[in-house]
């Protein structure tokens, strides 16, 4: 299988490369080439169906027999085209969001399609992990494709929302992450992504944009790859599909851009087929539909969206402020219940967490990292969350600080190992030897555990002192006041 994917990843990577630099050359801006980007897109997928369905006939690189059954080359040839299609219409949903992001750093319509390019080999890493991850979680527990069924449906009703981005750079966690080592600096009209500025690296504006982008495909991943399990369980079916849907669909962003208001009605649609889609990953094997239906869903979703939005006459189409086209009860409905189950979501991950902090205080690993993570996932809907982190945070700071300032006195950074070999006994050998606790459940638990060490580690071993201006505050109360 990852043999399969660095192929896939590499023959990607070298389409994007050969888009760029025809686009940069020949300066191809225009919207017909737009469409001829995209038609050559889906001229290749037809091509590669045809190389799936001799693949998997003849097993290239054991192509069929990584599945729980041997999938033969026109079944796999028919779920590889159902999988390409569903992957660009429910990458329609970006359309929104990139667009808001150009706005904000406003790049100009050249510049665009270049970032949109660049975007295809990150957004389709992205994707492949989140494959190879949801793929390896249902083998070790099947149960989560309940979870899956509701992510779905929740997916489905946000679906029909239309989401009025406000994108602020300086908040979104990858580029503050990213501009500890970069800084950004203008660029003019270069359209590079790095640049030297007095002997340091640099990123540019639409380095930035990559960015922003590709923190946007983590979220609306979330949506996209439960969605095509649906259609096959095959990990490189689903992976080789984004391959070639990502760039076809973002080919034509530009273009699409100007259609938003006919793409309200698509998403309603969309909406309908994220349902089916929680149906057929929920439901048993015997209720399974055939890929030839589940293709016809979303052709018919597509078009009974297509139809609504002739139907509501021009003005409305041509509308800027895309409203969303259920109505303001219904859509007030669906906020309301998106927010009740957020919440729900927070507090049981942030129960969950917090439970497995506090036993970390005692038991194998750090807990103090863990249990402060779990508050600030609490802390995003519940004030008593937030009232604890503001109370107890200038102590929980100066305890690490010391546990850590002990440990390097101590210890070298090897120790690490260890603690992680000795957590990874404790969660899969020796819990599940004295509880009933199945190896997913006892796995699960060890993730943030592990987790908890490696963040205490980097504290220990790793991070730079921090300057005196940045220590805790002393919060004794015997202390004495500071000398005039």
Known sequence: MWAAFIIIFGISLALVALEVATRSRLRLTSAKWDIAFAAWYLLLAGVVTALVWTGYDRHWLGLGLATHREMLGREAAIEFFAAFLWTVAFDIDGVFVVSAIFAQLNISPPARRIVLAWSVPISLAIRGIAIALTVWLLAIAPWLKFLMAGVLVLAAIRMLLIRNEVIDPQRNLFLRAIHWLLPTKPDGESGAMLRVTSGRLSMTPLAAT?????????????????????????????????????????????????????????????????????????APPALHPTTPASLMVIVVSLGS??????????????????????????????????????????????????????????????????????????????AWARRLMTKYRARAMEATERTAAAARKRFSPWILLPMAGGTLAFFLWLLPLLLPIPLSGALIGAIPTLAGQ??????????????ASAQPPNTDATAPPPSR
């Open 305 to 382: 969206g297509l139809a609504l939005a002739l139907a509501t006459g021009r003005a409305a189409r041509q509308a800027t402020n895309y409203t969303s086209p259920i109505g303001k009860d219904a859509e007030r409905l669906a906020r309301g219940t998106l927010s009740t189950s957020r919440k729900i979501i927070v507090f049981v991950v942030g129960i969950v967490l917090l439970v497995v902090g506090l036993f970390m205080l005692i038991g194998p690993g750090p807990g103090l990292p863990v249990t402060f993570a779990a508050l600030a996932i609490l802390g995003n809907e519940f």
């Open 210 to 282: 990559l960015v922003l982008i590709a923190s946007a495909d983590v979220y609306l991943a979330f949506d996209s790859v439960p969605a095509t399990f649906a259609i096959s369980s095959d990990p490189v079916i689903l992976f080789a599909a984004s391959a070639l849907a990502l760039p076809c669909l973002r080919s034509l962003y530009a273009a699409l851009d100007q259609v938003r208001g006919w793409l309200r009605w698509v998403k309603v649609g969309l909406a309908a087929t994220l349902a089916y889609a929680a149906f057929v990953v929920a």
């Open 454 to 467: 490696f963040a205490w580690g980097y504290i220990a071993f790793f991070r730079k002192s921090p300057p």
